[in-house]
């Protein structure tokens, strides 16, 4: 089998690249998928605060699928569900395999990494006691409850005050569960300030900052779990310990983009993002493999998954088209000043550059009246005053063609925060 | 006067909001520790007509141990969540389903449909 562009993942950034593969008039666009449907998390996420920026409504999940899932059917994009890939060389040929075909091959002129990212499960996370049943990652359970119809428990601790999990302490209170505690290791929470309010103080779910799980009890089946406060090493402080008496125990702890197909392929990955390291044009080092969505670095909010993919699609449509490759033009590299923990791109090629370019970052710590400051060389060329910066909120500036072009050779763009309050 | 105290929705800032009220007089609501105007107008909805977009699933019959995912089409006041949460346990629709589809008009009496939000064929 052969195609122009060959899209792993058929979520939100594989849906919206191929929109836009197709729209700039590339013929051949296949997404693989390997589930049943298309639509990625989203169908899962029945949960509504979706698509405001794009849409300027607020949809579920489902519905903003949807919504892409039918654009792309009506440019006729080609997708292959059930359909696992298993392997991608390095001159972009792609091993996949279904129950209907079998193992076979893929010959594609240019690829799109779109395979989201995955939560982070209980063998990373260090937590002592027996592997009774009961325990999910709240993604798992999320499944279960929205798609399956079946509850996982029915008196919950929740480990992680990622949003997934927040939204989850509501769903399962809705369902009649109970949700005693959710425990979060920070001494702040990483999920948005209306999933706290909406989700737990709704419904009067205790959240317990700086408090971890130190033991989970039972054999068979959770029986309770061990929580306790910690100290500002993460350390748990003896005598902090409060027994909850529980069936099931939901992890939310952070994503994790999903690159062992990448890393199978040698895509020079960052090890901050877990995901490519790509440059303007969202391609790896890997000339014609481009990357965006989760699997590039972990987003907050599924619109700009769409409009980063969207940049990513129609930037793999000029490479099949002839109209983009890289020369042997040095690479000008975004470096990370104070504060700001990576950059997507990490480096720009002037030519290829388009009048606007926005780079998407997020800073390591939580900072009061910053500003986000852009060096070319040494010279700044913007400040931008904010409220507030957190690890939870991606943030993003804007670069000028002109400006970049005005530089002087040897110089490299850094992006940081000055003036905070302390 | 009613005090009550309310973490702002508006902005990762999440100010601290004191609000200060007579109840069913929205004109007597006075808030401080806002700093914005998003914050007073937050904090003004949520003690005088707190309201919420509640979603979650309903049974298809023919589908076995599956579910449409379902929302009300507008929100509806937040003392109601528990009551449109179990019509929800009661309702069954056949599938096929497509988005928009109306799985249980006036829910609870609120005044908003519930709807279906996903297409399930």
Request: glycine share 10%; proline share 4%.
């Amino acid at each position: 089998m052969k195609t122009k562009i060959a899209i792993i993942g058929g979520g939100p950034a594989g849906l919206a690249a191929a929109i836009a593969a197709k729209e700039a008039g590339v013929e051949e666009v296949l997404i693989i998928e390997r589930d049943r449907v298309l639509g990625g998390i989203l169908n899962q996420c029945i949960h509504n605060g979706f698509g405001l920026h794009t849409f300027k409504e607020e949809l579920t999940g489902p519905e903003y699928a949807a919504r892409f899932i039918e654009k792309a059917k009506e440019l006729n994009v080609e997708a292959l569900l059930n359909t696992i890939v298993i392997d991608i060389s390095r001159d972009k040929v792609i091993t996949a395999m279904s129950a209907e075909k079998g193992v076979f091959t893929i010959e594609a002129e240019a690829i799109v990494l779109a395979m989201g990212c995955r939560e982070r499960p209980r063998g990373a996370l260090n937590t002592p006691g027996y592997r009774p049943a009961g325990i999910y990652s709240a993604g798992t359970a999320q499944r279960y409850v929205n798609i399956e119809g079946k509850m996982p428990g029915h008196d919950v601790v929740i480990l992680g005050s990622g949003d997934i999990g927040l939204i989850m302490a509501r769903r399962m209170t809705l369902e009649g569960a109970k949700v005693h505690a959710v425990a979060e290791l920070m001494p702040y929470s990483g999920g948005l300030k209306r999933n706290i309010v909406q989700c737990l103080d709704d419904f009067d779910i205790p959240l317990k900052l700086s408090t971890t799980v130190v033991d989970i009890a039972g054999k068979d089946r959770v029986e309770s779990v061990t929580l306790a406060k910690v100290d500002a090493k993460n350390k748990p402080i003896p005598g902090t310990e409060e027994i909850i008496k529980c069936d099931t125990l939901l992890l939310s702890c952070g994503l994790l983009p999903e690159n062992e197909l990448s890393s199978q392929m040698g895509v020079d990955l960052s090890p901050i993002t877990g995901g490519p390291r790509v440059d303007e044009s969202l391609e790896t080092d890997i000339d014609g493999v481009f990357a965006c969505g989760n699997v590039l670095h972990v987003h907050d909010l599924v619109d700009y998954v769409s409009k980063e993919a969207t940049e990513a699609g129609e930037h793999a449509a000029e490479f099949v088209k002839g109209a983009s490759k890289r020369d042997s033009e040095a690479a000008i590299g975004i470096e990370t000043g104070n504060g700001v923990r990576y950059t997507v791109p990490v480096c720009i090629r002037k030519s290829r550059l388009r009048d606007l370019l926005t780079v998407r970052f997020r800073v390591g710590n939580v900072y009061k009246d910053p500003e986000i400051c852009v060096y070319l060389g040494d010279k700044c060329i913007q400040r931008r005053k904010k409220q507030i910066c957190a690890p939870g909120e991606m943030e993003q500036v804007i670069l000028k063609k002109t400006d970049i072009e005005a530089m002087n050779s040897g110089e490299t763009i850094r992006i940081a925060i000055e003036n905070e309050s302390k | 006067m009613e005090t009550r105290h309310l973490t702002c929705i508006g902005c990762p800032m999440g100010c601290q909001l004191t609000v200060t009220f007579e109840p069913g007089n929205r004109d007597s609501v006075k808030v401080t520790g806002n700093t914005c105007k998003r914050g007073e107008l937050y904090a003004i909805d949520e003690v005088t007509n707190p309201t919420r977009t509640v979603t979650g699933t309903v049974r298809l019959k023919n589908r076995h141990m599956k579910v449409a995912p379902v929302k009300t089409k507008t929100p509806v006041p937040k003392d109601k969540i528990f009551d449109v949460a179990e019509a929800m346990m009661k309702i069954e629709l056949e599938a096929p389903v497509r988005i928009g589809d109306i799985a249980c008009a006036d829910v609870c009496g609120t005044g908003s449909d519930l709807v279906v939000t996903g297409n399930i064929d």
